[in-house]
């Protein structure tokens, strides 16, 4: 047994005598997993640019078929619109692509950094889902675009459906990451406040 | 081998010992502190292209380690409690009974560390791997103030921890 009335100086020998480590790790699997961690966070970023390039693609096709000036315009607004919410959104991730190993509390914050920048996108998407949906059917009826139409006709009801679940599915998935990162903010801030 | 792969490889070999203590202070079971070596040797390894050289290479080595552990309690205290490991499980380490009473010691100072504040843990944990008072506010990111005012914290904590551990000890060899 230790004796409580020993000094830390005293116990420093007991606290080395941890035998070292059994195992080496494998150093070709932790390149591996370095490089497949990094892969996975420039793969979202790519996804989320192809998306928004697929939508700028689509406000032009639908602006090119718009029967006013007005209507063009309003299409290429949004593409435009669009494009700045990319920005915006790298814009916001910029601390969390570039991040590295600090003290433990910038470590932390950073953590925290993580769960705001979630958070605020996914309330963009809360926000800006129905909005985009309300802007889309005003437009629709004000500007009617050829390339919409014929797509419509095309299309029928299961274009409308796949829009529907599209829009349902991604504002449930918007909710449940506002949750997640909430509760992950809350824990963050406590181990920040145990470290203060 | 490439320079860079040359360095990382020298690193971890001479500071996995130090690795494997520090975690033990975050975490008991066996096998989930192996998979933070894991951790910690990825973390090193995506992190050793900018270590400038600005501060020792134990303080950069500690400093990652314990983000490590930080963010093991944080996933902990998130998910919450673990269901308690099956006591037939095989396990590495030795049954108390076999324990020779320096292991035994270990064992003793690394539960009574595990039970400290997250703040004064890591100041004990660093100042027992003989870290002085500058080093270890670096490696913390806190000031040499802070450091002695946790470290005499956690004096205090672990000499009452350790008593308390002790009587349990006696009263149940009784």
């Known amino acids: ?196 | 081998m490439s320079d860079l792969g040359d360095r990382f490889e020298t690193l971890l070999a001479a500071h996995a010992p130090l690795i494997d203590r520090i975690l033990s202070a975050y975490e008991r079971r066996p096998a989930v502190r192996a998979e933070l070596r894991q951790e910690v040797a990825v973390a090193l390894w995506q992190a050793l292209p900018r270590f400038r050289g600005d501060s020792g290479l134990n303080t950069y080595v500690a400093r990652i380690a314990h983000n490590v552990g930080v963010s093991h309690v944080r996933r902990d205290a998130r998910e919450g409690p673990h269901a308690e490991l099956d006591e037939t499980l095989p396990s590495d380490a030795a049954a108390p009974e076999y324990e020779t009473s320096r292991e035994q010691q270990r064992r003793q100072l690394a539960d009574a560390i595990r039970t400290l504040p997250l703040g004064q843990k890591q100041v004990v944990v660093l100042h027992l791997e003989d870290f002085g008072h500058a080093q270890i506010a670096a490696t913390l990111g806190i000031g040499e103030g802070a450091v002695a005012v946790r470290l005499t914290r956690a004096r205090q904590a672990l000499a009452a921890i350790l008593t308390e551990s002790g009587r349990t000890t006696t009263e149940e060899q009784a």
Request: glycine share 8%.
């Open chain 1, 1 to 196: 047994m230790i004796d409580p009335s020993m000094d830390l100086d005293a116990l420093k020998s007991v606290w080395r005598d941890e035998p070292a480590l059994d195992d080496a790790a494998s150093l070709q699997a932790l390149r591996r997993e370095a490089q497949r961690q990094t892969r996975r966070l420039y793969a979202t970023v790519a996804v989320e640019c192809v998306g928004t390039a697929a939508a700028i693609g689509l406000f032009v096709w639908l602006a090119g078929g718009a029967a006013t000036t007005a209507g063009r315009i309003a299409y290429l607004a949004i593409g435009v619109l669009a494009l700045a919410v990319q920005g915006w959104m790298l814009w916001l991730r910029r601390k969390v692509l570039r991040a590295r190993a600090a003290a433990p509390h910038e470590y932390l914050e950073l953590q925290a950094q993580r769960s705001r920048v979630a958070m605020r996108l996914a309330w963009l998407a809360l926000i800006g889902g129905p909005v985009g949906v309300v802007i889309g059917l005003a437009l629709g009826r004000w500007a009617p675009s050829e390339g919409a139409a014929v797509a419509i006709d095309v299309g029928g009801r299961s274009v409308v459906a796949l829009l529907v679940l599209g829009l349902v599915a991604m504002l449930a998935y918007a909710a449940w990451v506002v949750r997640r990162e909430r509760r992950r903010l809350a824990a963050t801030e406590r181990a920040l406040g145990e470290l203060q």
